[in-house]
């Protein structure tokens, strides 16, 4: 059964930086793609960031010049750069693994953006 840990979260100020990572553990044959999406209190799960196993990428607007998708596809672990966080970053992230027949959701970790 493949699980994702996610890791990385946590309290920062504005204007600073956060990685998350996640990291998926058990048999993988094929990934189609990676990602990380977001949800704040009282607000819908939204994209943040995604990257296809073929090398596209697409980001939120919002998040466009400040957060950056990685992967390393020998380890299947996907990361998230977040530079220049604002106020309005701050949501439970989520890392979300499409495979060919299914789709996986890690547990989500805090980001809390805040002086």
């Known amino acids: 059964q493949v699980q994702l840990v996610e890791s990385g979260g946590g309290l920062v100020q504005p204007g600073g930086s956060l990685r998350l990572s996640c990291a998926t553990s058990?048999?993988?044959?094929?990934?189609?793609?990676m990602g990380w999406y977001r949800q704040a209190p009282g607000k819908q799960r939204e994209l943040v960031a995604a990257?296809?196993?073929?090398?596209?990428?697409n980001y939120a607007d919002s998040v466009k010049g400040r957060f950056t998708i990685s992967r390393d596809n020998a380890k299947n672990t996907v990361y998230l750069q977040m530079d220049s966080l604002k106020p309005e970053d701050t949501a439970v992230y989520y890392c979300r693994v499409v495979l060919t027949r299914e789709i996986i959701w890690g547990q989500g970790t805090q980001v809390t953006v805040s002086s």
């Open positions: 058990g048999s993988i044959f094929s990934i189609l793609s």
């Open positions: 990257a296809t196993t073929g090398g596209n990428t």
